[in-house]
């Protein structure tokens, strides 16, 4: 065995390294001694300790050479950062190795060799550590190099490592975070090269990178080498995981996102001239239109990644930034980096939720993948490269095609960013999360429709989209801090129907989801009319089935594409509420926005007055809907039993006789969904008056009502609840309406069953919230914009209420 100076294996390196090795480098060895015995594959290799680069700047008087062109710097403009930055990195790459460094750099490698039997490819990372702060994070300023195959390459690489302490970014920063230059050191993991080129790479984390939601893992994938994730080069697929669920052995994954993976980046065979040059050996291919509709990874393979990242996790005792890789040589997933993130360790996740409202809308310029929920406005400024960084005023907006790590200055400078490329993933995207800024990333072309100096507003305070309006748009900001809320007796609940928002609002203060609707599931996500899923055999419309086939290409069984499609959306919501309640709605929509979905005119009637017709309960166990319905139950009997999450309870909609109830729960325990078991709860929508009437026998049949008022009011008062003409009629505070309401609560309570409320009223009103408090209502739902309002309302009344007093 070599008794090596300046290079540790990694089977000698650990946590306790850092001050050695940088925290990269130590957290591989922490990696390989203690998670690979657990059967978590990671790469061996070695690490060329600080104590080289210390050898390495003490030779050829290099380090009093830096430091006489550092002395030069334009600390306050960085105006020479460019000049300076490319002056210390020539001189760096003009000096050889000490000779006693290169022959263990040798001798290491031959060992590595040795181990796997064959020539392999070598994987060359830089760590950077800083002697009086080792944990100090410099993470993404200093280079790495891969596929390096001879040894000429590795003492190259190893010396561009050195020189990439250098890079402007990585300089800037120092002087930024008053690290003396001289005193930050450089260590080098060589390891060997997982061929992610033949194969797939990502990254995962051990949270939701967007609101800091810490009870999943979320894998992000493409094809090739893994910087086009990393950097955001491409939308990569996406993959979120149940923490809790891995760890019990339940159904875990909660998401399934196929990217379009536009490129893969993969090597190109170096000619003679080129060996040294390490940064010409990746080419980024278009990718092809097969493998851009196939997953990165199989189900097996998505859970072994979630279950070790959950793995790593509890080890580092902290959420984990982790890169994977999977060789195309030998089929397996290699762990190649880990690291703690610093984001949402110290403090809460959220501290306060700031409500953005546009107060008018303007001209649409252009649309994109949204980051934060902020509104900004501001003039917008068109760069091509971050050496143009002087033309970014304060202030300003950043226009941009893409960013990378290089952009690291210019980023923090701007007010919000806007891309014409990059995923949620994107350096722009991550640096826009970390500074709380906002960002539109992935627009396509905002570059060509933006004008540069026009001033412009930037929302990312819609659902899904990020918005780029022209002008300056007035808007306004509401925040509320979450920790001064107190939340009252009664019970007050959420209303949602998009699952990408409910990790974020599961912060707000809230009792569980009052009201899940399946539509918004429908519309969105699934957007094919189940019944053309059951028949697509009998599909007549050719176009039809064609839009078909392309939403269920990953499906052999066009039925298995709906039920995971809505047990997944049923189970994001239900993971980031547990354990508290979640009641899903049944599906309820009415026979014209069936008919809009895709293959549903084939299926659906035309009805003249749909909001009367065949809608709700009636289908479930008729012979035009029910096999639908039992898809439904399929994949809620999925969600509850398979993956755990019995917080979910089910609710009927528009049931309008007692004898139609039986019959939907009988052909809901015909479908596996037996109220009572597995502790099963279901509900009944209380909308149409006959609820109200016959009460006490509904309320034998089910566990709970949930007041809808919307469609209370409709049937009470006669009149269409979407009507513009009679719009003065609808009133959900009519008398009739709060005695309906009063007398159901009171037939509930003598059968000794729950009632709530998730109609829009009691947010729109808080005379009408006061009424329901009064009448000693259970749970209010409200919709996340009044949540807050609500829960004033109800402390307020309920405080005169204990004191006996009128409000």
Request: proline letters at 3%.
């Amino acid at each position: 065995m070599h008794n090596y100076k300046y290079i540790s294996l990694f089977k000698n390196v650990s946590l306790d390294d850092v001050n050695k090795v940088g925290s990269k480098n130590a957290s591989l060895g922490e990696l390989y001694n203690k998670l690979a015995p657990k059967g978590i594959n990671i790469p061996d290799g070695f690490v060329i300790t600080t104590d080289a680069y210390w050898a390495f700047l003490d030779s050829d008087n290099i380090r009093n050479k830096l430091n006489q062109i550092l002395n030069k710097l334009d600390r306050k403009e960085f105006s020479n950062l460019n000049i300076i930055g490319n002056a210390c990195r020539t001189l760096i790459m003009n000096v050889p190795l000490p000779e006693s460094l290169s022959d263990e750099i040798i001798a290491a490698s031959k060992h590595l060799n040795s181990k796997y039997r064959s020539d392999i490819q070598l994987a060359v990372r830089s760590s950077a550590a800083f002697k009086n702060l080792p944990y100090a994070s410099f993470a993404g300023q200093q280079e790495s190099y891969l596929n390096i195959e001879s040894e000429e390459e590795l003492l190259h690489a190893c010396i561009a490592c050195y020189a990439s302490l250098f890079t402007n970014r990585a300089i800037k920063y120092r002087e930024e975070n008053n690290f003396n230059h001289l005193e930050v050191g450089l260590s080098i993991g060589v390891q060997k090269m997982v061929r992610s080129d033949k194969a797939c790479a990502g990254i995962a984390f051990t949270f939701d990178p967007e609101t800091g939601f810490n009870d999943v893992v979320t894998i992000r994938g493409s094809w090739g080498l893994g910087e086009n994730v990393v950097k955001g080069n491409i939308t990569a697929d996406e993959f979120i995981l149940y923490k809790p669920a891995l760890k019990s052995n339940k159904k875990a994954i909660l998401s399934k996102y196929l990217g379009a993976k536009q490129k893969t980046m993969t090597y190109v065979i170096p000619t003679k001239e080129s060996a040294l040059s390490l940064e010409t050996k990746t080419i980024n291919l278009n990718t092809d239109k097969e493998k851009q509709e196939q997953y990165v990874l199989t189900h097996t393979e998505i859970e072994k990644l979630g279950n070790w990242s959950a793995q790593i996790e509890e080890h580092y005792q902290s959420a984990m930034d982790i890169e994977w890789a999977k060789d195309g040589v030998d089929d397996e997933i290699y762990i190649v980096q880990a690291r703690p993130t610093t984001r949402y360790i110290e403090e809460p996740k959220v501290t306060h939720f700031s409500d953005y409202k546009l107060l008018k809308e303007g001209n649409i310029l252009i649309e994109g993948i949204k980051v934060g929920n902020k509104i900004i406005s501001g003039k917008a400024r068109i760069l091509k490269s971050p050496a143009e960084i002087d033309l970014l005023q304060a202030g300003e907006i950043l226009v941009t095609h893409h960013t990378n790590p290089d952009w690291d200055p210019v980023l923090r400078k701007a007010l919000a960013i806007i891309t014409d490329r990059g995923g949620i993933t994107s350096h722009a995207a991550i640096i826009a999360n970390e500074t709380g800024s906002v960002a539109v990333v992935s627009t396509g072309n905002a570059t060509n429709v933006i004008e540069d100096g026009q001033e412009i507003t930037v929302s990312a305070a819609s659902a899904k989209k990020g918005v780029v309006y022209e002008g300056l748009l007035e808007w306004n900001a509401k925040e509320i801090v979450l920790s001064d809320v107190k939340l009252p007796r009664t019970k007050v609940m959420l209303m949602l129907s998009d699952p990408s928002q409910a990790f974020k609002l599961s912060f707000l203060p809230n009792k569980g989801v009052g009201l899940l609707r399946l539509e918004f599931i429908f519309a969105n996500s699934i957007k094919i009319h189940p019944m053309a899923l059951v028949n697509f055999k009998s599909i007549k419309n050719l176009e039809v089935k064609q839009q078909i086939e392309e939403l269920t290409t990953q499906f052999e069984n066009k039925e298995a594409y709906f039920i995971e499609k809505l047990s997944q959306s049923v189970a994001t919501i239900a993971a980031a509420f547990y354990p508290k309640e979640v009641l899903v709605r049944m599906s309820d929509f009415k026979t014209n926005e069936y008919a809009n979905m895709i293959g549903g005119k084939q299926f659906e009637p035309k009805e003249e007055n749909p909001m009367l017709g065949w809608r709700g309960a009636s289908r479930y166990y008729s012979e035009g809907y029910k096999e639908a319905f039992r898809l439904e139950c399929e994949a809620m009997k999925l969600v509850r039993d398979e993956m755990g999450f019995t917080n979910v309870k089910l609710m009927i909609p528009f049931c309008r006789t007692p004898k139609e109830a039986g019959k939907v729960l009988k052909i809901m325990e015909e479908y596996g969904l037996k109220q009572g078991e597995n502790a099963l709860e279901i509900y009944l929508m209380a909308e149409v008056p006959s609820n109200v009437i016959l009460a006490e026998e509904f309320a034998q049949l089910f566990d709970g009502f949930s007041i809808g008022s919307n469609d209370l009011t409709q049937l009470s008062l006669g009149v269409e609840r979407d009507s513009v003409v009679l719009s003065d009629l609808f009133d959900a505070e009519n008398e009739a309406i709060k005695r309906s309401i009063k007398d159901l609560i009171n037939k509930a309570h003598d059968s000794s069953i729950l009632v709530g409320l998730c109609g829009q009223a009691a947010g729109d009103s808080s005379e009408f919230a006061d009424l329901l408090i009064r009448l000693g209502i259970d749970s209010i739902t409200f919709s996340p914009d009044n949540i807050i309002k609500g829960i004033e309302t109800i402390n307020r009344v309920e405080s005169y209420l204990k004191q006996g007093v009128k409000s």
